[in-house]
């Protein structure tokens, strides 16, 4: 839990334990974020999920252009 916190594919609220209440992102974003931070170590196996998702109509990895 705390490897996914510090990664910030989640975030943690501390009541009574470290781990009251967790809020999970959406990790193709969290995915996103990192690789645009240049902090995936194996780019090949980005790059194989973003082709992946393209393939079944995610449209998570497709940046959208604003006019």
Same mark, same amino acid.
């Given at each position: 839990?705390?490897?996914?916190? $510090?990664l910030? !594919?989640? $975030? ?5 334990h470290? !781990?009251?209440? #967790? ?6 974003l #969290?995915?996103?974020?990192?690789? *645009? ?6 780019? &090949?196996?980005?790059?194989?999920? #973003?082709?992946?998702?393209? $393939?079944i109509?995610?449209? $998570?990895?497709?940046? #959208?252009? *604003? &006019?």
């Open positions: 839990m705390k490897l996914l916190r $510090d910030q !594919f989640i $975030d943690t609220k501390e009541v009574s470290e !781990f009251s209440y #967790v809020l999970i992102w959406n990790p193709h #969290v995915l996103k974020s990192l690789a *645009s931070n240049q902090k995936i170590p194996r780019m &090949e196996f980005y790059n194989s999920l #973003v082709k992946r998702a393209i $393939d109509g995610c449209k $998570d990895f497709i940046e #959208v252009k *604003s &006019e």
